[in-house]
């Protein structure tokens, strides 16, 4: 499928129909927002929780949209919610249950220094913004078939996507990683220099919009292949403006986050984060500079079209 007919496949069912946890489950699920693109969706539209009850270990979930609100139960052996609604054809919505987590984590191929890093950084305060091992092996292999060379990562914390992203760079290539918390920034690196790619990752201590504006006037406009942003999600218009000066036509910018636990499909929630991500994920949608991508938002810069 060519890029220019990539679409949000199924972002339109998130809007309308939403498989959802129950609000007294005893342990919330893992970082489902970060599961890759064919099952990132469903995940995350079951991070948020309802008045549905659940039993014996089964899950409670609700499918609706504007005409329909029915109720329908399904046991963590079986994942799929079916929304009885023409509209969407009956489509079976995958919804991430533990087991099938579990099992989605056991066919993902990670390293060991990884592993090492996943599990230090997993103590730490703020340890759910590291990305999961199934993420970290998507971008991981988005970069190795666009051949990427050069590549920016705009919130690192510990360091684990850039880690993955810098493990299967050529020894040519570089990462340029711009991270504020100055002690998750001493973590990456110590692992980093564990798994000897330091001199491909060059890292930006600070606000990563400065350090971004510093590329651009540094004359590095256009000439990276890939760039990965999972930071503060207020800045994500800006990010983008300053990543597409700085990526190449045909390169990659890869926003993580999108649906935001689901709750961006939500009317009632209106919270900074949340407004800030939906009027992304809206200005994205009708920005003509990019064909996209859904789960996390893939953007792929093209051509720019003659004014004249």
């Given at each position: 499928m060519g890029s220019s007919s990539l679409g949000l496949h199924h972002w339109s069912v998130l809007a309308s129909q939403r498989a959802i946890l129950p609000q007294n489950s005893a342990k919330p699920l893992q970082k489902f927002h970060s599961l890759p693109t064919t099952v990132t969706v469903a995940c995350i539209a079951t991070s948020r929780a309802s008045s549905?009850?659940?039993?014996?270990?089964c899950f409670g979930f609700t499918a609706f949209n504007r005409k329909l609100r029915k109720?329908?139960?399904?046991?963590?052996?079986?994942?799929?919610?079916?929304?009885?609604?023409?509209?969407?054809?009956?489509?079976?919505?995958?919804?991430?249950?533990p087991q099938v987590y579990d099992y989605i984590l056991a066919n993902v191929r990670e390293p060991e220094v990884l592993r090492q890093l996943r599990e230090e950084t997993a103590s730490m305060h703020g340890s759910q913004m590291q990305v999961s091992p199934d993420q970290a092996q998507l971008l991981a292999m988005l970069v190795q078939i666009h051949g990427a060379e050069k590549c920016i990562e705009v919130g690192v914390y510990t360091g684990y996507s850039s880690l993955a992203t810098a493990l299967v760079l050529p020894e040519s290539g570089s990462l340029v990683a711009c991270e504020r918390d100055?002690?998750?920034?001493?973590?990456?690196?110590?692992?980093?220099?564990?798994?000897?790619?330091?001199?491909?990752?060059?890292?930006?201590?600070?606000?990563?919009?400065?350090a971004?504006?510093?590329?651009i006037l540094s004359g590095e406009a256009c000439s990276y292949d890939f760039a990965f942003v999972d930071a503060d999600k207020r800045m994500y218009q800006e990010y983008f403006?300053?990543?597409?000066?700085?990526?190449?036509?045909?390169?990659?910018?890869?926003?993580?986050?999108?649906?935001?636990?689901g709750k961006v499909a939500d009317p009632e929630v209106n919270d900074a984060k949340t407004v800030s991500i939906r009027n992304f994920n809206t200005s994205i949608m009708q920005d003509k500079r990019v064909p996209i991508g859904d789960g996390m938002t893939i953007c792929r810069k093209r051509q720019p079209h003659n004014k004249s």
């Open positions: 549905v009850r659940c039993h014996l270990g109720s329908v139960r399904g046991c963590a052996t079986n994942p799929f919610v079916v929304a009885n609604d023409e509209k969407y054809g009956n489509k079976q919505v995958i919804s991430i249950t100055g002690r998750s920034l001493e973590v990456a690196k110590k692992y980093y220099d564990k798994a000897n790619v330091s001199h491909k990752v060059h890292v930006k201590y600070g606000f990563a919009a400065d971004l504006r510093s590329l403006e300053l990543l597409l000066q700085l990526v190449k036509v045909g390169g990659l910018i890869v926003f993580d986050n999108v649906l935001w636990h």
